[in-house]
């Protein structure tokens, strides 16, 4: 890890108190983000993805969960600001986008007040000012007319537009970094599509980093130039983009790759069947002993089943959590 | 909008219509003979034979309606059979004393419900969410006769810093409101937490708190807004409830308002007078109910009326 990461993660726990007792959702993560990067965080439902993410602005419900280790955002570890501070860096020069457009746009207010409300808060400019600045945004994000749909509230708005003023929102202070949890799992695939053009295009002109989470590899392989893969609250792997998709180290990381359809895989590969990882990701209740993935894993073995791997760092700067690299 | 509204108030008429059929027939249908209690118990039959000429009530329940009915066309609900004045004037006397009451009723009741129901959904759990909750559930199983009663101890006969009841300052009026709003403040409370309680956990006030905005703007702007279509919909109900004269309340604190006024009706089988009120409840009720559902419409952006 470089000491001028934008963002660094180091050693991160969450812990959810429940009813029925305390449990680690995240257990020990590390990454970083470089400026101007895009990294990939992939992974199935429940290994702790978005919670890493909600950790890192603490939106986390404060009663109920606890987050040990440090957030490091430009040298500023995030966990140790008090309120106001952290306000400050909130929608400023951290945003996030959410994974449901419908849900996370409050109904009862205009898009054009919900983006000039950011700018306001966070620029101190008038009602007016910070209007114009919003429709000047959504004219960014490309959404049509943007005077008439800053006055339209969010039920009037398509799937798409929806996330397209998301982003709008989360752009509107020019953030140095954005968290984009799943943006684009809730929209149909041409959608898609235009929502990751727009990403990118964005993230040129804007120089925002980007922490890209996402269960879709596709999308990761296209926009990540590093990609960190996590299961059960851990990360298995990490690797640049090109070497993750070529020569993936971790069993579980091979199985993700495995379980992707492939169009024309036939033809060179000769015939081969859709292949899928067996069972599911352990609940935080019944973690398995020892390497956490061993049950699932084809090639687990006696010491995976009674000791946690150890984190291999190999010398061309990719890691891995798996006894067959120790 | 506008169309809407007299749409609204046109279907009110055919209500009103039916509220008074309903009532006309079970009115009549009660044990107990206007005629008689009029005339007292010393009378002879001729004379309240004579008396019940006199109000109508020897013709057949048809004739009866109709006659009813074409003087309400002009806005005429009778006399009352009891004090002989025009229904109306008796109503138009007293209906302030009821809105007073019911308008400063609901007003406390959302001043305290509304902020206890929210502080108790933003801590739930939490000592504040205990005391929140075992309040309303004492403020809505206490009987409100008791509580009036309760309060006229205190406040006038030992304190002695309120009249115990009647009218003519604004001194008369603290206590019978207070009574009223300790029950309704319990429902706007309960309602106005679990409302705040579903709202705050959905994704659009993370996305709030995400924007950097400050906690008490997330709740008092992104998180109430949403929650106030159930407390909006409980407010309204109860301040037609309060509308339909609290009987209880006005009897323990000998406040001449509605309430008071339909029960001496009733013990009286003052038809004309029973027949009046009761029709204003019903106008009121419809009016408080198109209001409610036009404030809807104002909150959630969701909600058109064609």
């Known amino acids: 890890m470089r000491d001028g990461a934008l963002l660094a993660i180091r050693d991160l726990r969450v812990r959810f108190h429940t009813l029925e007792g305390s449990f680690y959702a995240v257990d ?20 702790g993805k978005s919670v890493t993410a909600l950790s890192v602005l603490r939106l986390l419900p404060p009663r109920t969960t606890e987050i040990q280790g440090q ?3 430009e040298g500023i570890n995030l966990l140790e600001l008090d309120t106001e501070q952290l306000r400050r860096i909130r929608g400023n020069s951290v945003s996030m986008i959410f994974q449901e457009p419908m849900t996370s746009l409050n109904p009862v207010f205009t898009v054009g007040e919900q983006i000039a409300e950011t700018i306001r808060l966070h620029q101190g400019l008038t009602p007016k000012e910070a209007w114009d600045q919003a429709v000047e945004m959504l004219r960014l994000v490309q959404i049509p007319s943007p005077e008439a749909r800053a006055k339209d509230y969010p039920h009037q708005l398509s799937g798409g537009m929806r996330q397209r003023a998301m982003i709008a929102m ?54 990540a130039r590093r990609v960190v893969v996590m299961y059960a609250g851990k990360v298995v792997e990490e690797a640049p983009v090109r070497e993750l998709f070529h020569d993936p180290l971790h069993p579980y990381t091979r199985g993700l790759l495995g379980s992707v359809p492939w169009i024309g895989r036939k033809q060179t590969t000769g015939r081969r069947r859709l292949q899928e990882i067996p069972g599911i990701v352990p609940g ?15 090639e687990a073995k006696e010491v995976c089943r009674r000791e946690p791997p150890p984190t291999i760092h190999r010398d061309d700067g990719r890691r891995v959590l798996c006894w067959l690299w120790a | 909008m506008f169309q809407y509204v007299i749409k609204r108030l046109i279907s009110t008429v055919p209500v009103l219509l039916g509220i008074s059929l309903l009532l006309f027939v079970m009115l009549r249908m009660l044990p107990g003979d206007p005629a008689q209690v009029l005339a007292g118990q010393m009378a002879t039959p001729e004379e309240v034979e004579v008396i019940r000429h006199q109000l109508g009530l020897d013709r057949p329940i048809h004739v009866q309606y109709a006659l009813f009915l074409a003087r309400l066309a002009h806005l005429d609900l009778g006399r009352s059979a009891r004090t002989q004045n025009p229904v109306i004037q008796e109503i138009w006397a007293r209906l302030p004393n009821t ?14 419900g509304i902020p206890a129901g929210i502080v108790a959904a933003v801590r739930p759990n939490s000592w504040i969410d205990y005391l929140v909750t075992s309040s309303a559930l004492v403020g809505i199983s206490m009987p409100v006769f008791w509580l009036g009663l309760m309060l006229v101890v ?75 279509i159930p407390i909006i919909t409980v407010v309204g109900l109860q301040f037609g409830m309060l509308l339909g004269g609290a009987v209880l309340t006005e009897t323990v604190f000998a406040w001449p308002g509605l309430g008071r006024l339909i029960v001496d009706s009733i013990l009286a089988r003052d038809y004309p007078m029973i027949q009046g009120t009761i029709l204003v409840f019903g106008l009121l009720y419809i009016l408080v109910n198109l209001v409610v559902d036009l404030i809807y419409a104002v909150v959630d952006p969701r909600i058109r009326y064609e």
């Open chain 2, 154 to 228: 205190v406040f006038s006969v030992l304190l002695q810093w309120l009249p115990a009841g009647g009218t003519g300052s604004w001194k008369h009026v603290v206590l019978p409101s207070l009574t009223l709003a300790s029950f309704v403040v319990a429902f706007i409370a309960r309602m106005t937490r679990s409302s705040m309680l579903e709202v705050l956990s959905q994704d659009y006030v993370t996305t709030a708190r995400a924007k950097g905005l400050k906690e008490l703007w997330v709740i008092t702007k992104h998180a109430l807004k949403n929650a106030l």
């Open chain 1, 284 to 298: 935080l209740m019944e973690m398995p002993s020892g390497c956490r993935f061993h049950p699932r894993c084809p």
């Open chain 2, 99 to 112: 809105v007073l009451l019911a308008v400063l009723a609901i007003s406390l009741a959302c001043l305290f």
């Open chain 1, 28 to 47: 020990g993560v590390d990454w970083h983000v470089e400026r101007r990067e895009t990294l990939g965080l992939v992974g199935e439902s429940g290994c």
């Open chain 1, 71 to 73: 957030i490091l955002f």
């Open chain 1, 170 to 223: 989360a752009l509107s202070c020019h953030p140095q970094l954005l968290l984009a949890d799943e943006p684009t799992t809730a929209l149909d695939v041409t959608i898609q599509a235009q929502i990751m053009d727009l990403m990118l295009r964005l993230r040129e002109e804007m120089h925002t980093s980007i922490v890209l989470i996402s269960h879709n590899l596709g999308l990761i392989a296209e926009m």
